[in-house]
């Protein structure tokens, strides 16, 4: 996420009732175990599964912003396929955000528009649409417990896993301790954290995807899946120290703003930020 942005206002004190209404009644619908058809390719040829029974396509959701004016904004969707990596699909939608950015509220913020891109992938029966999704925002790991990843995945009834590139203080996590821990590892081919909390509830993982990378991600369950299966998946699609269906997310959004931002903010010609 290329900043959150900001649409210059605040929400209300009746808007923010609201979505605390909205939250706690998805979370209620909240599946934190796999509960998918799929597998995950074993590395033993013999252990393998036919191709339609196979994690094939990964999704990947990210949003940037302009620097003139922080109410553009550029999302994207990009379906990756495994195990090359190779970007199969991608779609934009260049619009004016109109909900503030509050923090523990981003889903309300992002969620709709990024449901419109998987949206138009489903109706058009498109034959890449992603059987899990990677957000650029966090899962349970959230002030509220419900997240970006989870608003998505209830909403799109998608298997989702949230990556953060930094540590919300929940329930006494640090970020400064978590990093402490991952250099302990250093010459440890694992060099991964378990995040638990003072009340003794894993909300997820901190990760150094390689070697090379001094900071960490943090990775939780979004919906319909497994901190175990969520971490293993993130493993796979990790070059750098984002995994790449974000980052090619992230890239793309980037580049297509830039192309096409001047003449928006000239025109004034976009549509407004979608319903819930």
């Known amino acids: ?33 796999d509960d998918f058809p799929w597998k995950i390719s074993s590395s033993s040829p013999s252990m393998d599964h036919s191709d339609s029974d196979k994690l ?43 909900v503030p950015y509050v923090p523990g509220f981003l889903a309300f913020r992002e969620a709709p528009v990024l449901l ?28 509220r417990g419900f997240g970006l990843a989870c608003h998505l995945g209830v909403l799109a009834h998608l298997p989702t896993i949230g990556v953060g590139k930094n540590l919300h203080h929940v329930d006494g996590l640090k970020q400064s301790e978590v990093r402490q821990l991952l250099q302990l590892k250093e010459n440890q081919d694992e060099q991964v954290i378990n995040l638990v909390g003072n009340s003794g509830f894993t909300w997820g993982v901190g ?33 750098y120290r984002v995994p790449e269906p974000i980052r090619q997310a992230d890239m793309r959004s980037r580049e297509y703003l830039q192309e096409h931002q001047m003449k928006v903010l000239e025109e004034h010609d976009l549509p407004d930020q979608p319903e819930h």
Not at 1 to 13: L, T, Y
Not at 117 to 138: A, H, S, T
Request: charge should be neutral; proline fraction near 4%; include cysteine.
């Open 1 to 33: 996420m290329e900043g959150a942005g900001d649409s210059g206002g605040s929400a209300s004190e009746s808007q923010l009732e609201s979505w605390i209404e909205e939250q706690d009644r998805l979370k209620k619908k909240l599946i934190m175990y």
């Open 207 to 239: 990760i150094r995807p390689t070697l090379s990378c001094l900071k960490p991600i943090y990775v939780s369950v979004g919906h319909r899946i497994s901190l175990e299966t969520a971490v293993k998946i993130v493993m796979m699609t990790c070059k």
């Open 116 to 143: 419109q891109l998987l949206d138009k992938m489903q109706k058009e029966q498109n034959p890449f649409y992603p059987q899990v999704l990677i957000v650029d925002g966090n899962g349970i790991l959230h002030p």
């Open 56 to 98: 094939k396509y990964i999704g990947g959701v990210d949003m940037s912003f302009s620097k003139e004016d922080s109410s553009v904004a550029c999302a994207c969707l990009v379906v990756l396929e495994l195990p090359s990596l190779r970007v199969v699909y991608h779609d934009f939608s260049l619009l004016h955000l109109r």
